[in-house]
């Protein structure tokens, strides 16, 4: 398995040529929260998000996954569409200094089941039915392979047996 951080070599690099480090993603939520509290962020579906409504229900679902035990270093695979749920998922992610590893949609047991081992997956979080397709039972014969899988999030849908929500 590759490593999930880059060579000194290259940190030194980016670093020196001033291109690195840059604001965690975070960290740029939480700017703009601060910056444009009221100002219309995101839309989607039915929802429509300020800039403090978006970093609210990121920092909720980080606190939300470190009580289910997700730490730095820790790699989340997620298998979402172009939800408003993807975007706050990736601020937590990285609020707790986790791997974010989304995984396109079309993919199924196989692929899923690659990924979520070479990746070290420890939560897999996927729709419920997506265009005709119950990722749920998906995660669960991921689960199956995947030694390290601990915990399947469900969005949008109820949970497996074992499961959770995102909320």
Do not use: K
Request: aromatic letters at 6%; one cysteine or more.
């Amino acid at each position: 398995m590759l490593p999930l951080a880059p060579s000194p070599a290259r940190l030194e690099l980016h670093t020196a040529a001033g291109e690195w480090p840059s604001p965690a993603l975070h960290e740029l939520a939480a700017a703009r929260a601060a910056d444009l509290p009221g100002e219309l962020f995101l839309v989607e579906g039915g929802e429509r998000l300020t800039y403090a409504e978006f970093h609210r229900r990121a920092a909720a679902l980080a606190a939300g996954l470190a009580r289910r035990g997700i730490v730095a270093g820790d790699v989340v695979s997620w298998q979402l569409p172009s939800w408003w749920e993807a975007a706050v998922l990736s601020v937590a992610i990285d609020w707790l200094g986790a791997v974010s590893n989304p995984i396109i949609p079309i993919y199924r047991e196989r692929e899923v089941s690659f990924i979520a081992r070479q990746a070290g997956t420890r939560m897999l979080v996927v729709p419920g039915v997506l265009r005709n397709f119950d990722h749920r039972e998906l995660a669960c014969a991921v689960r199956d392979a995947a030694a390290g899988l601990e915990h399947i999030v469900t969005v949008r849908a109820e949970p497996v047996a074992g499961g959770c929500t995102l909320a």
